[in-house]
């Protein structure tokens, strides 16, 4: 089992430019998680999705947070445009729907 | 928002000793959760406690669950270096069935010295 795994592991860019964060959960995991990590806030849930629906968005900062589930195997956040407040470490987390969740090793997002 | 809070934020103790930590949560909950996570990685799941249970074991780590103190415990004992790592605990609310979000709480430095 590979795990979950997200892309890129790093990402420096520009403000203003778009991000896109990836996410392949475990395979048979119904539930997916989307977490931001800093240092003042901690780890906050942005969104999650049971069944590749998204359940509940109301963790998204703003309208400048999307994310998707196009199917059961990917999963994509963006921010566009992003911002030198979007710098943080962004987790994907999957799970079977009430069961403990895996955690992927983030992507660490750097917006200058 | 966060709903469980750990105690102490930073703890560093010596190889072979035990390390504690606690964590304080304000509503009714299902199951409780604690988790690790090292330098650069995501978080790993360690234990979960049901809120029908008090205590529960797992190797190395001891859990105990008050309910009606709405708090927990993770007890690390015979600490080796490899445990340096943060300690999160995560809860979920007793409420909509098909909510399963977790809050996290700040988690607990633990540092082993060796």
């Known amino acids: 089992d590979a795990g979950v795994i997200q892309s890129p592991r790093h990402e420096v860019t520009e403000m203003g430019q778009e991000v896109t964060l990836r996410c392949k959960p475990i395979?048979?995991?119904?539930?997916l998680f989307w977490y931001r990590q800093t240092m003042m806030r901690g780890l906050e849930l942005l969104i999650y999705?049971?069944?590749?629906?998204?359940?509940?968005d109301s963790g998204m900062p703003e309208d400048r947070f999307s994310a998707k589930m196009p199917n059961a195997s990917f999963s994509t956040l963006k921010i566009q445009p992003s911002e030198p407040r979007d710098s943080a470490v962004y987790f994907c987390?999957?799970?079977?729907?009430?069961?403990?969740?895996?955690f992927g090793d983030g992507t660490r997002l750097s917006i200058l | 928002s966060q709903q469980g809070e750990e105690d102490p934020q930073a703890l560093s103790i010596q190889e072979g000793e035990n390390a504690t930590m606690n964590c304080s949560y304000k509503?009714?909950?299902?199951?409780l959760q604690w988790y690790r996570q090292n330098s650069g990685r995501g978080l790993v799941h360690l234990i979960l406690?049901?809120?029908?249970?008090r205590e529960k074991h797992s190797g190395r780590l001891r859990v105990t669950l008050d309910t009606s103190k709405k708090s927990s415990s993770l007890l690390i004992t015979a600490s080796r270096a490899a445990d340096t790592a943060s300690y999160f605990c995560?809860?979920?609310?007793?409420?909509?069935?098909?909510?399963?979000?977790?809050?996290f709480g700040a988690g607990t430095t633990v540092t082993v010295r060796a």
């Open positions: 987390a999957s799970s079977v729907v009430s069961q403990p969740q895996h």
């Open positions: 509503t009714s909950i299902n199951n």
């Open positions: 395979s048979g995991h119904n539930s």
């Open positions: 999705f049971n069944n590749n629906v998204p359940i509940d």
């Open positions: 406690i049901r809120s029908n249970e």
């Open positions: 995560a809860t979920d609310a007793i409420g909509n069935s098909n909510d399963y979000k977790l809050s």
